[in-house]
C-alpha cells in the first residue's frame, strides 16, 4: 500500500497494489496491520455502502460527539471527496482537502475524527463504501454547509447539486459546533 499525505497531513490517500491480468484484477481494500502502521486506527465498527446519480450531494456531515473516522472509497463510477478540518486547535482549522476517488483509480481516503465529510457524484452514477470507527448517531449528526464561502470548497458542479434536506439546512462554519 502507498500511503500519500495531503495537504491537511492527518488526511491520508492509499492506494493499493492492484494485481491484474486478462482475467481481472486483485487487491487488498483493507488490511489492518498495513493500516495501522499508517495512522489509520483498526478498529471500525460499522460498513456503510450507497449508490448516487450524477450531481447527487451528500454532506459535509460530521458527528459531534460519537466522533468517527471514515475509510471512504468509489467502488464503481467516481466522487470527488471532500474533508474539512473542524478542530480549533488545529492548524488546519476551517481548511479543506479534495480528493478524486473512483472506480478505476481504486484510491481510498481516511478521513479522521474531528473533520465533516461529503462526496459528490461526477460520473452518471457511483457506488461508494465506507468504513467508520463508530456507530452511526443521528442525535450527534450535524452539517456544515456544504457551499460556505467562509471554506471556498471548489466542488466540480454542472450546476446545482441534489441535496437531501439536512444538507440543505447546513450552517455554515462560524455557526457551527465544532471540535476543541
Known sequence: MNIIPT???????????????????????YNRRAMTDAGIPGDF??????????GVLRGLHYQIQQTQGKLVRAISGSVYDVAVDLRKS????????????????KRMAWIPPGFAHGFTVTSDTAEFLYKTTDYWAP???RSLLWNDPALGIDWPLDG??????????????????VFP
Open 45 to 54: 465498527v460499522q460498513d456503510n455502502h450507497s449508490r448516487s446519480a450524477r
Open 90 to 105: 488545529s492548524p488546519t482549522f476551517g481548511q479543506w482537502v479534495g480528493i478524486e476517488l473512483t472506480a478505476e483509480n
Open 139 to 141: 442525535q450527534f449528526e
Open 7 to 29: 495537504r491537511i497531513p492527518d488526511v491520508l490517500i492509499i492506494e493499493p497494489k492492484v494485481f491484474g491480468d486478462d482475467r481481472g484484477f486483485f487487491y487488498e481494500s
Open 160 to 177: 446545482e447539486p441534489l441535496l437531501a434536506a439536512k444538507d440543505m439546512a447546513g450552517l455554515p462554519l462560524a455557526q457551527c459546533e
